[in-house]
Structure formats: structure tokens, C-alpha cells
């Protein structure tokens, strides 16, 4: 049996269980990757202050974001696709987060719909959107997220069209998988994948298959979703949003300066630093070199969030010190997910909030709230 230790464990795990072509999905980034790599390796520019002979017995790590108290300052990040890690992966993954305590956010494409995800959770949770050319589809998805109970909505707005993906293409993604030699092949070598989504009805894009005219089925989805990614979004569509959205509105997305302004001028609760894990521009910084000057420019007026990158316990608290009220996880419980359904997600959280709190101690601090730039050298 597999001793757990690490996130590393994890993905070990997951690559081993998930189909490739899944697999693959989660754990890629555009063109050479170069952004995608650089979002983890970036991390390791910033030292850490080691702090001894300082009472650590009493410590927290409770936090609140957008007026939600919280066990850690992390959230589980919108992930497409996540049904397919593993059977009902939406609904695990909600519920090990309900349970752990940290925000949930489901994907606009999600396989699990989202009143599927609200029947299975006892609390709200929260609701990525992509803004679409078909506005009364969006307009009907908000209105859904609302009687959902969902608690805040999740803006992206750096996906007006998909970056290329190489694994994605060669893999020849779609859901369910196509039936090729190769991917056959690979199925049947994940008798425990097979199994589990044999199990349940929810295969397909559930917050889109039988809410669009016309698309009923994989083929026809495939078709609405290549023309409705919407080229045309701008600042305007947020307004638009937000005149029909009274909860909670985070702005995903936001990896520069001037853009952070914008979105604080414009009214939002919060915004998440994030350059879509690397799978949108190849070439963009990563979110963690960023996070500092966007919080010094904005960070007084408006919750300032980060994603990309994050895969440990002391990258979250890298993120805190340098000024991020919390962090949003999406590979880092994905291959949990992967590797073990909803336990793997919970394992994923544990893993993370001990690795938080040993770093924390060992660096002085006993409230997550007190941590800073003091926490880093040269900073």
C-alpha cells in the first residue's frame, strides 16, 4: 500500500488510476508549458525567515474571505471536466470541501450540473462562470446558480478563446472519451475508473446538455461550445453580470496591474490573481511574482486572491506573506480526486494544512492573520 506523504504521492497515484487522456487535461499548459512549469518553480524564489525560541503551542489557521469564515485561507479552484478524474467528481469534491471547511467552486463545465452538486451538499458553495455569446444561456445559468444557493459567482475572464492545448489535440479529448484503438486501450487498463463511471449517469457536460436548444447530445455540444466562447467580452459584460447577480462576485483572471484596478473600480468583492494555471497565454508571469505589486496597488480597496501554481502548504503561506487573503487549489486536489475520489480530496486538504501550519510555526507565528513580507527574506 502506498504511504501518502505529499501532493507528489498524490499525482503519482492519480497518473496511475485516470485515463490518460484526463489525466492529461489536468496536468498540462499551453504550447511549450513554459508558463505552466514556471507558475510551480516560482515559488522557490522566495526564502523563508526561520524564527526560533517563540511560544508556537497555540496556533490558527482560520481565516475569512468575502465574508466567510474558513478553516484555512484555501478554496478549491473551478476545474472542467472534474466528473471525469473520477465518477461524480464534482459532488466528492464539494462534499470533502463542505466538510473540511474551505470553499467549493463548480465549473461552468462541470460534468455534475449544478443542481446535481446542491442536492449532495448541505451548504452553499460557489459558481464559475464563462460569459458566452448565447447571453439568455448565461442569463438562465445565473439564474440557476441563484436558486442553487450558491453563495458568490466566479468571473473568468481570461478564456475569450481556449490556448492550445498539444495533449489535449493528440489525446483527442472529448467526453465521453472517443472510442480510438488507443484510448480503448487505455481504458481498459483503468478497471477502477471504469468501474466507478459505470456507476453513475453523469457523463456529459450537466450544466449545458438539455438547457441548449439543440444540444442533446456530445456531438452537438461540441459544435454550441467551439462558436460561443464570447470574443466580444469586455469591462461592460461584468456590469452585465453584476445587474443580475446580488451575492458575492470574484473576478478570476486578473494577472496585471492595471487590470486589478479596473476590477476594483468596477465594484467587485474580490479578485483572484491567476493566469489559468498556464493553460491560457504561454509566456505570462506567474501569478506569485505578480501577487505583491497588485496587492500594493489595490490590495486597500479591494480582497486580493491567487491561484496557479499552488501545490503545498508553504506555497500558501508564501502567497499570505505576500499579501493574498487566500488561495485557490485546482491540480493540487485534482489528483487527489484522481487518485481517491472524495477521501483523496480530503487526503489533498490535510496534506496542505499541515504542511501550512508546520511552515507557520516554524517561522514564528501563531495566527495566519499576522503573517507578512517579514515572513520573507529580502522582503
Known sequence: MTVITSNADLQALARRRVPRMFYDYADSGA???STYRENTSAFDNYRLRQRVAVNIEDRTLESEIVGRKITMPVALAPVGLTGMQHADGEIAAARAAEKFGVPYTLSTMSVCSIEEVAKNATKPFWFQLYVMRDRGFIEALIKRAHEANCEALVLTLDLQMLGQRHKDIKNGLSTPPKPTLANMINLAMKPRWSWNMLQTKNRSFGN?????????DMSSLSEWAASQFDLTLDWSSIDWVKSRWDRKLILKGI???EDAKIAADIGADAIIVSNHGGRQLDGAPAPIDMLARIVDAV???IEVHMDSGIRTGQDVFKAIALGAKSTHIGRAYIYGLGAMGEAGVTKALEIMQKELDTTMALCGETDIKNVG???L???
Open 373 to 375: 513580507k517579514h515572513n
Open 208 to 216: 449545458i446538455v438539455g438547457h441548449v436548444s439543440g444540444v442533446d
Open 299 to 301: 490590495g486597500d480597496r
Open 377 to 379: 527574506l529580502g522582503h
Open 255 to 257: 494577472n496585471d496591474v
Open 31 to 33: 504550447y511549450t508549458e
